[in-house]
């Protein structure tokens, strides 16, 4: 959910840059804890979860009351340096996806992601000859996603590119990463041709993100991507929807497949709906007119 906001971005960047694109130096996978890999699991499915809330609020206030709980000072006294900036990517991001839906909080929003940003840059600038573990490589490329929105002409060009670097070392640490499968994904289908995209490769790591989901909320997510692209063949829409009540099974009534059932009805996927810029306005006034 954070790259599809953002992927857009840098569609015209990349044509610029392609040529710019060097592969990162292949290092040993960074392994962490199981305990780390429990919280991240956790925080997960809070994610999944979210999506039953009736306003971003209430989202809000249950990734707070959450992060009190696994993310305190004392609850975090067992894990390194990483798993922590992990953790708090994690946080970050998430608070980042509703306080933007909120008018008041935009303000905001730009402060919160450099800071995190600045963050990442730092302990990847600390640890340069050392190997970082997949998960950082993934919450880190989507902050550098969510950054896009407020850097210069300049880090847009570092940075675009970045994103797909950064999902491609946690695939190559672990090609099976569901997270990291959707997310590449979404920057196939994204980027342009001659940047690199391709809505071929992206329907690969779509099916793929499905195929090796581990949890029900990596189940969940590969779901409503893979419907989502599906939905754009005219000829899959059957499928699509059978995805997408798949998905909802797993989080019922949650707001977030409900809109995407409307953006769906609208004649849009979630995909094409963010490729577009287009705003809940834009699809209200397009229902108004099939009635």
Same mark, same amino acid.
């Given at each position: 959910?954070?790259?599809?906001?953002?992927?857009?971005?840098?569609?015209?960047?990349?044509?610029?840059?392609?040529?710019?694109?060097?592969?990162?130096?292949?290092?040993?996978?960074?392994?962490?804890?199981?305990?780390?890999?429990?919280?991240?699991?956790?925080?997960?499915?809070l994610r999944m979860n979210l999506a039953s809330c009736a306003s971003p609020e209430s989202a809000?206030?249950?990734?707070?009351?959450?992060?009190?709980?696994?993310?305190?000072?004392?609850?975090?006294?067992?894990?390194?340096?990483?798993?922590?900036?992990?953790?708090?990517?994690?946080?970050?991001?998430?608070?980042?996806?509703?306080?933007?839906?909120?008018?008041?909080?935009?303000?905001?929003? #730009?402060?919160?992601?450099?800071?995190?940003? =600045?963050?990442?840059? &730092?302990?990847?600038? !600390?640890?340069? %000859?050392? $190997?970082?573990?997949?998960?950082?490589?993934?919450t880190a490329a989507d902050m550098l996603s969510c950054n896009l929105s407020y850097a210069t002409?300049?880090?847009?060009?570092?940075?675009?590119?970045?994103? #797909?670097?950064?999902?491609?070392?946690?695939? =190559?640490?672990?090609? &099976?990463?569901?997270? !990291?499968?959707? %997310?590449? $994904?979404?920057?196939?289908?994204?980027?342009?041709?001659?940047?690199?995209?391709?809505?071929?490769?992206?329907?690969?790591?779509?099916?793929?993100?499905?195929?090796?989901?581990?949890?029900?909320?990596?189940?969940?997510?590969?779901?409503?991507?893979?419907?989502?692209?599906?939905?754009?063949?005219?000829?899959?829409?059957?499928?699509?929807?059978?995805?997408?009540?798949?998905?909802?099974?797993?989080?019922?009534?949650?707001?977030?497949?409900?809109?995407?059932?409307?953006?769906?009805?609208?004649?849009?996927?979630?995909?094409?709906?963010?490729?577009?810029?287009?705003?809940?306005?834009?699809?209200?006034?397009?229902?108004?007119?099939?009635?």
């Amino acid at each position: 959910r954070y790259v599809i906001c953002e992927m857009k971005r840098i569609r015209i960047t990349l044509v610029c840059i392609f040529a710019l694109a060097l592969p990162l130096a292949p290092l040993a996978p960074e392994t962490i804890s199981s305990g780390a890999q429990e919280e991240i699991d956790g925080f997960m499915t809070l994610r999944m979860n979210l999506a039953s809330c009736a306003s971003p609020e209430s989202a809000l206030s249950e990734i707070e009351s959450y992060a009190s709980q696994h993310f305190s000072e004392s609850a975090l006294a067992s894990f390194t340096d990483e798993e922590k900036l992990i953790f708090e990517n994690f946080k970050i991001l998430e608070q980042y996806n509703y306080m933007r839906q909120i008018p008041s909080m935009e303000g905001g929003l #730009k402060s919160l992601i450099k800071t995190q940003y =600045d963050k990442n840059d &730092a302990y990847f600038s !600390a640890h340069k %000859n050392e $190997a970082i573990n997949k998960w950082l490589w993934c919450t880190a490329a989507d902050m550098l996603s969510c950054n896009l929105s407020y850097a210069t002409v300049g880090v847009i060009m570092h940075d675009g590119i970045a994103v #797909k670097k950064y999902y491609q070392k946690a695939l =190559d640490e672990d090609p &099976a990463l569901s997270y !990291a499968l959707t %997310n590449i $994904a979404q920057w196939y289908y994204f980027a342009p041709a001659i940047g690199g995209g391709s809505k071929a490769k992206a329907g690969a790591y779509f099916a793929r993100a499905l195929e090796d989901a581990r949890t029900d909320a990596e189940t969940y997510f590969a779901k409503i991507f893979l419907s989502q692209f599906l939905f754009d063949d005219k000829t899959r829409e059957d499928e699509s929807a059978k995805l997408l009540d798949e998905a909802d099974a797993l989080q019922s009534g949650g707001s977030y497949i409900a809109w995407i059932r409307k953006v769906n009805k609208a004649g849009y996927s979630l995909l094409q709906y963010n490729a577009k810029k287009m705003t809940p306005s834009d699809i209200e006034k397009k229902l108004a007119k099939q009635n």
